[in-house]
């Protein structure tokens, strides 16, 4: 059999058959940039658009989920996020909620080009366990439709359900044993056999993502989605990152941090930042910089917040971490709330953070760059003062940490971790998400 690895991503998907995607289709060459939100324009377009479905459910892996929606929206997909619980709210792991776009009861008799599961323990039990959701991906399976799943969900879901029957797959690291009991284990980070698509966990999740835009829509269209995230080639490897006038991140213990989101937010961004650092057992604060907990982010994810920023200002915090997205770095710029508080985190030397559109948009324009080396958005770069230091994907100096975008997020979140608590338990977690070898 001959072995194959996806454009876009050296060593990354390897093909276990001789398989040709589906051609691309002439409507579907408008694509996102990250300067776009999901629009009224590609409503339209959904009708013609390859259609996907995402089920989630309490307990799914929330970095999983939102990865695949997002890189997938940002193809010109039309993807159904459909909730397997009791209402479209969701929890998530990792105190994550997210708010689903339809229950799976909904779209049992609709038929779709691709269905992705997302891990997560216990999200993938629950999934497993629903009949209306086994029964629609069943029958799409046997309509010869293509699938896919990651993590977990591999080995809980697919493989239970008999659907990874004489097929080479790969799982998390902890569900090989198990996987092995349905398929050809195999340790690719992602892995193609047929029309199924499997992948390892959180930190395989955006190259497994790409490989379904590929697999629906070709390889140039993966490319031309893929280039924008500034995803990193070296998969696997260790991360690193330039830090200027190191200083020693002290704090209270647990630290507390601040991550505002906005309608406009970059989901994926603000969902790695909150996953990691929950998992580092950081004390979260995920607040609302809008009238309301839930918020829609940048590719139509609809998030709930903690709480809303004027309940958060009445805390101090260790850190504060600003997520990308053009409309949601807007609203924190326009924040007066915000940038108050902001720039009460500077002057006090205590450490604050921007990712991909917010440190041109929001930390420039208000001062707090000055004096600092940062990195941002290629794209935005040019807004900067001092643009020195912006081909780094992340960049410390003393107390401000900044990144680039969607596919720097998890080195961003990383290094965030390692300056609180120590590069060992940093590499703990890149080890558990698979973004780096154990």
Not at 43 to 51: C, D, I, L, P
Not at 121 to 148: F, I, Q, S, T
Not at 390 to 395: G, I, L, P, T
Request: hydrophobic share 45%; aromatic share 6%.
């Amino acid at each position: 059999m001959a072995l194959r690895h996806i454009g876009f991503f050296p060593h990354t998907l390897v093909a276990s058959t001789n398989f040709t995607p589906k051609p691309k289709l002439n409507h579907n060459r408008f694509f996102f940039s990250p300067s776009h939100s999901f629009s009224s324009t590609v409503t339209v377009m959904a009708s013609n658009a390859r259609k996907v479905l995402i089920p989630i459910a309490d307990g799914t892996e929330p970095m999983e989920a939102v990865i695949t929606i997002d890189v997938l929206r940002r193809s010109g997909a039309d993807v159904t996020v459909a909730s397997a619980a009791d209402s479209l709210s969701v929890q998530a792991l990792h105190g994550v909620k997210i708010i689903a776009d339809a229950s799976v009861s909904d779209v049992a008799n609709t038929a779709f080009d691709l269905i992705a599961l997302p891990g997560g323990v216990p999200g993938v039990d629950n999934l497993r366990d629903c009949g209306v959701l086994e029964g629609l991906v069943k029958k799409h399976v046997e309509d010869g439709k293509l699938y896919a799943a990651v993590c977990a969900a591999p080995a809980v879901v697919l493989g239970q359900w008999g659907l990874l029957n004489g097929l080479k797959a790969t799982c998390h690291p902890s569900f090989m044993e198990k996987l092995a009991s349905y398929a050809t284990s195999v340790e690719s980070r992602v892995q193609l056999d047929g029309r199924v698509v499997t992948s390892r966990a959180p930190g395989t999740t955006m190259e497994f993502a790409i490989a379904l835009v590929e697999q629906l829509l070709g390889k140039e269209k993966a490319d031309e989605v893929a280039g924008p995230l500034v995803i990193r080639s070296n998969h696997g490897d260790e991360y690193t990152f330039l830090e200027l006038n190191p200083v020693q991140w002290t704090f209270d213990s647990p630290p507390k941090i601040l991550v505002p989101i906005a309608n406009g937010t970059e989901e994926m961004e603000a969902l790695i930042i909150i996953d990691i650092l929950r998992r580092a057992k950081a004390n979260v604060v995920v607040a609302s910089v809008e009238d309301k907990l839930e918020i829609l982010a940048s590719r139509n994810v609809k998030l709930k917040a903690d709480t809303l920023l004027d309940e958060a200002v009445k805390l101090s915090y260790d850190l504060i971490v600003l997520p990308g997205g053009i409309g949601g770095a807007q609203a924190f710029a326009n924040s007066e709330t915000l940038v108050n508080l902001l720039k009460k985190q500077r002057e006090s030397n205590r450490y604050y953070g921007a990712i991909c559109a917010s440190p041109a948009l929001v930390l420039e324009p208000h001062g707090l760059l000055k004096g600092k080396k940062a990195t941002a958005f290629p794209a935005m770069c040019n807004k900067l003062s001092d643009q020195s230091e912006v081909e780094n994907r992340v960049v410390v100096d003393g107390n401000l940490i900044t990144s680039r975008g969607p596919g720097t997020s998890i080195e961003f979140a990383l290094v965030i971790v390692e300056k609180l608590f120590g590069r060992k338990l940093a590499l703990e977690l890149a080890k558990t998400i698979v973004f780096t070898r154990s």
